[in-house]
């Protein structure tokens, strides 16, 4: 008597999926990569999703949830500076794990995009923006609440540390250590504090 066929795990399959984008870009991703990977048909990618954009989307939804971001549970730390390095650090520490792919999916995934593709490269600027929206709200937090002065530029201070936070990513690409991205946190936050003082 013939075994049931094993049913297809949606979660798992979306977590492969999510890895291959990461680890080799929505372009460098093809239909056949993730088929292997998922261990489903092209038919059944189809219709357990719609298309690669739609695996795509998920994809960084899940790479990028509000409830396992470092950057989104980072910043609701005190004071703002404690926030900051927190999300600098963390970012950094997720960056470098040889567990996952390095660096960070939502920075690297969408880079040099043929024709056709811009849309995928407005969605992950967008999911960047965020993150900058994200920032430059916690430093006006910051001003409300008087740990940070109310001279700061809130935009421009927010602006600086996500640029770190990218600039990061793309090291932790290229094979920097922990120990380099947290030096790079350390000179950060001196910027910080002389942004900030």
């Known amino acids: ?13 979306l977590r492969t999926a999510m890895e ?8 460098g991703t093809s239909l056949n990569m993730l088929t292997s990977a ?17 695996l795509f989307e998920e994809a960084v939804e899940l790479y990028d949830s509000a409830d396992t971001s470092p950057t989104v549970l ?31 999916m939502v920075v690297l995934a969408g880079t040099n995009l043929g024709r056709g593709h811009e849309h995928i490269g407005r969605h ?12 430059t709200e916690r430093v006006e937090r910051g001003i409300a ?23 990061l990513s793309v090291r932790a690409r290229d094979g920097c250590t922990r120990e380099e991205a947290n030096a790079v946190v350390d000179a950060a936050m001196t910027a910080y504090d002389a942004l900030t003082s």
């Open 1 to 13: 008597m013939a075994g049931r066929p094993r049913k297809f795990d949606r979660g798992a399959a």
């Open 124 to 135: 992950l600027a967008e999911r960047r923006a965020k993150d900058l929206a994200r920032v």
């Open 74 to 104: 980072s910043l609701g730390l005190t004071p703002t500076r404690d926030a900051i390095e927190a999300m600098l650090r963390r970012n950094a520490d997720a960056y470098v794990d040889t567990g996952t792919p390095l660096g960070c």
């Open 145 to 167: 609440e008087g740990d940070v002065p109310a001279h700061v530029d809130a935009p421009a201070l927010a602006s600086y540390c996500v640029t770190v936070l990218q600039g």
């Open 20 to 27: 291959l984008f990461w680890e080799h870009g929505y372009e």
């Open 38 to 54: 998922m261990g489903i048909t092209p038919t059944s990618l189809y219709a357990a999703f719609g298309s690669k954009d739609a």
